[in-house]
């Protein structure tokens, strides 16, 4: 990286994943409470962090069910008043129309998680 912080090669692109993978365990799924909620604002407000976030969400079947669902709810936070003010200063209407398929395709799958969690 450079001293300002820009990527410039693929090798800092990669080295940036994995420190926001390290980053997202220890502050989010491994955090107290305050620390995973303070950490899904930080994540949600940037294009690149809810990119990055919607791609977790999707892909990662390690995350407990209870940051998959704060994860969502960061996401939702950020999409709804967007979709519904249309002001896409924020987020693109394609990013909210991505993030509220994605929210629709896990919704079903995150709350049998988490009532099968509470049935044990």
Sequence with gaps: ???????????????????????YKGNVVDGIRFEQLEGLRQLTLMPTGRKWLRQQLKHDERDPTEVKLLGCSALRQRAEPTLQTKQWDFMSEAECQETRNLLDELKPKLNAAAACKANT
């Design 1 to 23: 990286m450079s001293r300002h912080g820009a990527i410039e090669s693929a090798n800092d692109a990669v080295l940036c994943v994995v420190e926001v993978e390290h980053w």
